[in-house]
């Protein structure tokens, strides 16, 4: 306490000199200082720096952008744009990709970074033991290579309508050549404008700005992540100054922050909440039970109770943040509990249906019994089971042991699932099938979006999930902190952008 | 005392042989697997199980015990297959931040219930002893996790005289921060484990005060209290030896809670973590050297009970 009262007024004197020196630029409300750390709250902790063969939105969320590169990468409203490459052209049958890298490229290290770090890093993505976990992402891509140092050439084998999207994911980080892979779980050697200077497990991982950084410099010259995954710990981090940033605030306790001091800031996320139905399974393979269901859930009111209104109705499997997003699919099956017991009355369970509803304990329990407690009332005795992520991957998405299931499907773009008949979800369609590869290889993104979008209309008219809400990115920022991002911050968190004046 | 000591190391070692077997066998229940939680829900099933062929999780379970006890037996507690670091490594490191806090709570709850609960036994029916016991009832009755938040809202946020939460990211060497951080966390913890010592030093004191040789004593012309000091408490200390040896074992599980409450990354937090990846190699690993303390302290109150007991000495 002592010494953070000594050096407000030396900060202070330290700020009024800048502003002096630097002349008429500064409003005099408090410059960025060059030398600021800043401390930000995340949820959940990595389990491994490992981005070529570890799973899971917190090692993109702490990575991408920050440590690694891609050839390309998404801006803060989420247009693709060129990142280590200056400029892409495609050719006309869209099999050939030629990507020109920025001149002066280094790595943290210091050492150059050319095309033959790419041709490396990609060619061990589609390499067939390769252990990365998106893979996939590159299914189309046959060959990787380096005409010339500055010169990237990536053929395909068919066209890829959502390849330069993959091309901003983790995927395309760039590593360079012949790093260890062994090294990589605990340390990382990107050509992002941080570095990672320490990572005390369990607490907090410290970034520091890159000095060898080939582009424009990080503001901040450090950022200390802190996880902790409890809201109201994470809370009193924020309240007390412990932490400049808090992500991921419980949307139902943000009356906290309101006053000077604090600032809320919102955005969109690709979070789809979706209610999994198990369409291969006994009466919800029937579609007239699984609209009764959706009849039966008053999104509106979820919102309201689990997020205090800090989110958005989807009616398909698409978030706002997908270019095919159709806000006008949230008409059909809308609230409607008399129909919805109508329709379980045709079928034969008028008199009731029992379901079990499984769900990964790390989500709000609000949710699980908010659609419990409204299933219930059209006459469908839920059995409520919270399990551990761990086994929700193994019984429900491994092995489809389960009737009802509710998780967030954070991946952006996801839809082509539905055409994946193996899916947790169980569901075949031909017409649906047809579409997704159709729209995968179509010629032109607006090609591609309306067919999308007839399959997401498809899907929602036959209730193969319910989605229950898109969640708003809440944001608290301590006064002073600007640039911080708001879209998608689970998944993704430059933070090279973000700058802060010394706190009060 | 040697005879005494043979058997007594004996069972220790059986029992945590036993401990390993059930430890192992336990976690084999869990659903789910640490292949599907590296590989996540983008990778494909044959990717899987590539991964689950080098993780070595694919082979019969009593070549994987063999291969973990083998490992053990010859000092190596394995090496987590998610971040490559070596188990006793990073329980080490966890335990700067545990151990601290259990042997905090440990001393501050021996601290005000030892003299509290004597004092509860001795104004026993009289309004002090009904205070201090209804008090102890409370400090039971209470959820650590909701006195952690409470004490965390009010001397953190309100009076701001402590960290609401974590430890400091360069650990020890900002000892003055470190020992702030843990304040909250150990007094929430003693304040559950104190309650229950209370209650445990108030009847067997009580016990104590009802026994022929304090009523022998007073009738030397020594007044309750002074009887009760020079003769009783080291009878009442018996029961209460062997309670403080399972307080240990109780505030290991409390720790759980209070690092959750408090953002500590001590064990109690990278247990949860860990059993959440399915690490069970660590999991495995981190749970017998937590049982292999638990039972030293078991092994360690028997001695103590022995030096304070002189008929145990002799009748064995």
Known sequence: ?504 | MVVFLVRRTALFAASLFAASVLIFLLLQLLSGDMAQVIAGVQATPAQVASLRHELGTDRPLAVQYATWVGGVLAGDFGTSALSGVSVSAELGEKLTVTAPLVAVAMLLSVLVAVPLGVLAAIAHRRRLGVVISVGSQLGIALPTLWVGLVLAIVFAVWLRWLPAQGFPTAGWEQPVRAVRSLVLPAVTLALAEGAVLLRFVRSATLGVLNQDFLRTARATGLTRTGALLRHGLRNAALPVVSILGLQVAALLVGAVVVEAVFALPGVGQMLLTDVGNRDLVKVQGEVLLLTGAVLTIGFLVDVAHRLIDPRLRVSR
Not at chain 1, 307 to 320: D, E, H, T, Y
Not at chain 1, 367 to 378: C, D, P, R, T, W
Not at chain 1, 426 to 452: F, I, K, M, P
Not at chain 1, 486 to 500: G, H, I, P
Request: glycine content about 8%; hydrophobic content about 40%.
């Open chain 1, 1 to 504: 306490m002592i010494r953070v009262r000594r050096l407000v007024p030396l900060l202070l004197a330290a700020a009024v000199l800048a502003v002096a020196c630097s002349g008429a630029e500064s409003g005099g409300a408090g410059a960025p200082a060059a030398d600021t750390t800043l401390d930000v709250r995340l949820v959940l902790e990595p389990t491994s720096l490992d981005i070529t063969s570890v799973a899971g939105a917190a090692i993109s969320q702490l990575l991408l952008d920050n440590v690694y590169e891609g050839l390309l990468t998404r801006d803060a409203g989420g247009a693709i744009v060129p990142l280590l490459a200056q400029d892409v052209s495609t050719s006309p049958d869209g099999l050939t990709y030629t990507f020109r890298l920025h001149d002066g490229l280094t790595f943290a290290d210091g050492s150059p970074l050319t095309s033959a770090d790419v041709v490396w890093s990609y060619r061990n993505v589609i390499a067939p033991e390769s252990k990365n976990p998106n893979k996939a992402d590159f299914a189309a891509v046959t060959g990787v290579d380096a005409p010339d140092p500055h010169t990237v050439v990536i053929t395909l084998s068919r066209r890829d309508a959502n390849f330069t999207y993959a091309l901003t994911d983790r995927a395309a980080a760039v590593l360079k050549q012949g790093t260890d892979p062994a090294t990589l779980a605990g340390t990382a050697n990107g050509s992002g404008p941080f570095v990672i200077r320490s990572w005390q497990r369990g607490s907090s991982i410290t970034l520091a700005r890159n000095e060898h950084y080939w582009g424009q410099p990080a503001n901040l010259s450090g950022v200390v992540l802190h996880y902790i995954p409890d809201t109201t710990a994470a809370n009193n981090a924020q309240l007390t100054g412990e932490t400049d940033v808090e992500t991921g605030p419980d949307p139902t306790l943000l009356s906290q922050f309101q006053g000077p001091d604090f600032t809320v800031a919102e955005g969109v996320t690709s979070d789809k909440f979706v209610l999994g139905i198990n369409n291969g399974r006994g009466p919800l393979a029937d579609v007239r039970v699984r609209h009764a269901i959706r009849q039966a859930i008053d999104k509106d009111g979820l919102i309201r109770v689990a997020l205090a209104g800090k989110g958005q109705r989807i009616g398909s499997g698409v978030a706002p943040t997908d270019p095919w997003f159709d806000a006008g699919l949230t008409s059909i099956d809308p609230y409607d509990p008399p129909a919805a017991k109508a329709l379980l009355a045709e079928t034969g369970f008028g008199s009731g249906l029992d379901l079990t509803l499984v769900v990964p304990n790390i989500y709000s329990a609000r949710i699980g019994e908010y659609v419990a407690s409204q299933l219930g009332q059209v006459g469908i005795r839920v059995r409520y089971e919270p399990v551990e992520f761990a086994t929700w991957l193994d019984r429900v998405y491994t092995k489809a042991d389960y009737d009802l299931s509710i998780v967030d499907h954070a991946e952006a773009r996801d839809i082509g699932n539905y055409a994946n008949p193996d899916y947790y979800w169980r569901y075949s369609d031909a017409q649906v099938q047809q579409w997704a590869d159709q729209a995968s290889t179509a010629a032109s993104d607006a090609e591609r979006d309306g067919l999308y979008r007839q399959v997401a209309r498809k899907i929602s008219e036959d209730a193969v999930s319910d989605w229950l809400y898109s969640p708003t990115s809440l944001v608290v920022l301590r006064a002073g902190v600007t640039g911080f991002p708001t879209r998608e911050t689970n998944s993704r968190l430059d933070l090279a952008q973000v700058t802060a004046s010394a706190a009060q």
